[in-house]
Structure formats: C-alpha cells, structure tokens
C-alpha cells in the first residue's frame, strides 16, 4: 500500500511539473510570438499562465515551503478568480472584434475584492501571532475568520466559475453562423468553433475538479492522491488537444485567409452574352483577311 501511495505522489508531482511547463511554453507563445491585431493573444496568454499557476502549486508540499501550506493554498486562491472573467473577456472581444484596450475591467473587481479581503484577514491573524497561523480544512461550529475564510473561497469560486459558464454558453448561443445559411466557411466560424472547443473543455474540467474534489471536500471525505492527479491529467490532456486543434485551425485560417485575397478568374463569356453572334464574328474575321490580300 505504502508503494502504491507512493507512485501516487511521484506521478502527480511529475503531472504537476510538466503540466506547468507545457502551459508556460504554451502561454509565452501565444503572447509573444502569434499575435491578433486586437489583441486578443494577451488574454489567451493570461489564460494559460493561470493554468501554469495551477499545475505547479502541486509541486509544493510541507517541506518546500515556509508556511503552513493550506495558508498558501489561501493566499493563492484569489488569483483563480480572475480565470473566468478573462475567458469571458477573450470570447466576447473574439466575437465582437473588439479592438479597444482592455484596461481594468468591472469582471476584475470580485478578484480584486477578494484578494484585499484574504489581506486583511491574514494581517489580522498574523498580528494576534508571532508565527503563521496553522489553518486546518475542517469545517467546524468553531471557524475562526480565517478558516471561514479558507472554507468559503472555494465555494465562492464555484459559484462565480458556474454564472460565468451560463453567460459565455449564451452569448455564444446567439451567435448567427454562416454555415448553416451559405453553406460556405468563413473566418467568423473557424474562430466560433475554437471559442466553444475552449469553453468546453474548460468545463470539462471543472465538472470533473467539482466532483472529484469539491464535493468530498464539503462533504468532509478525506481527499486522496488519486483524485488530485486525476484532475491533473485531465487537464495535461486537455491543454495537449486544445494545442492540437488551435494549430490546425490557425493553419486552416491562414489558407482560407490565402483563397479569399486570390483573385478570382473570370469565366468565359457564353455565346448568349456576346454582342455578336460567332456567324457574323466569322463573317468579320473573313473581311479581315482579305483585306490583309
């Protein structure tokens, strides 16, 4: 059992690194080297890094850090926050072709809000101590600030994650396509179809994260190693086929892009369009030749 619990804790930490850096490679390509002239690339970009986030914090344990891991776990957690705001972000200016700087968006300000609170909470805690404070999962009638604290985030999170979900899934029902009506491609729906692939795998994603470890969580069942790097393969695997399809879909719009700027060749006039008839064009062509005589 002890070696099973083991190759457990070796495979999620091997998932955990190579997941970051895949995402990391992904994330500084998109925003550095392929580039939209809206600017779009940037978002793409923060998206993958958040994911990059996300894959090494299962790299920390009790003994590569500092502090109380679960307070880590806490001071990360408003980062998270701002996942959904940029993907809604990246389909609506995608949609819309938006091509206005984004600045700070309202879609920020529930990361911003929870960030400041966390702050206060643990500067509040910390100076009622001279150490970290030690900050355990379990729900109790006895929750101080901070473990309330550290008991509700995840909760908030879903909540916010599952409204975002329901408004990208509208606005992207309400999209008109083109296909369907000229039975022809077009850039827009190249470009619809990555946002829904997008959407859905992220959704994917977190429907799985929300059963395999949200619910045992609230529910107050112990959470095992194999749940962990379940939901961190799943995702290894989903940023492996969101990168395949992304380049063939780039690859297919550039070609599209290439047959559209071609100039088109003119078809042949039919007879039935032509000012004259082809009896008296001979007839002219003959005059022509005898003329030459």
């Known amino acids: 059992m002890n070696e099973f619990s083991d190759f457990i804790t070796q495979g999620y930490w091997w998932l955990s690194l190579l997941g970051g850096l895949h995402c990391l490679g992904l994330g500084l390509y998109i925003r550095y080297i392929y580039h939209e002239k809206n600017g779009n690339h940037k978002i793409l970009g923060s998206i993958f890094s958040l994911m990059v986030l996300y894959f090494f914090t299962g790299l920390l344990t009790k003994e590569n850090v500092p502090a109380p891991i679960h307070f880590i776990y806490l001071l990360i957690i408003p980062v998270y926050f701002l996942l959904m705001p940029l993907l809604y972000l990246y389909c609506y200016r995608s949609l819309h072709n938006t091509r206005e700087a984004i600045g700070f968006s309202p879609h920020f300000y529930p990361a911003l809000v929870v960030t400041l609170t966390v702050i206060a909470a643990t500067i509040y805690r910390a100076s009622q101590q001279d150490i970290f404070p030690d900050i355990p999962l379990n729900i109790t009638p006895a929750l101080n600030h901070l473990n309330l604290l550290s008991a509700m985030l995840p909760g908030i999170l879903f909540v916010q994650t599952a409204l975002y979900f329901y408004f990208i899934l509208r606005m992207l029902s309400r999209y008109p396509g083109r296909t369907s009506r000229l039975h022809q491609e077009s850039l827009k729906d190249i470009k619809f179809r990555w946002l829904l692939v ?51 879909q780039i690859t297919y719009a550039a070609f599209l892009r290439g047959k559209l700027t071609r100039p088109a060749e003119k078809p042949p006039m039919k007879a039935c369009q032509q000012l004259l008839s082809s009896e008296e064009l001979a007839y002219l062509q003959k005059l022509m030749q005898d003329e030459k005589k």
């Open 198 to 248: 997008l959407t859905l795998a992220l959704m994917s994603n977190w429907i799985i994260r929300a059963v395999l470890i949200m619910l045992p969580l609230y529910f107050g069942e112990p959470l095992s190693g194999v749940n962990h790097a379940a939901t961190k393969l799943v995702l290894l695997l989903t940023v492996y086929v969101l990168a395949i399809y992304g380049l063939k």
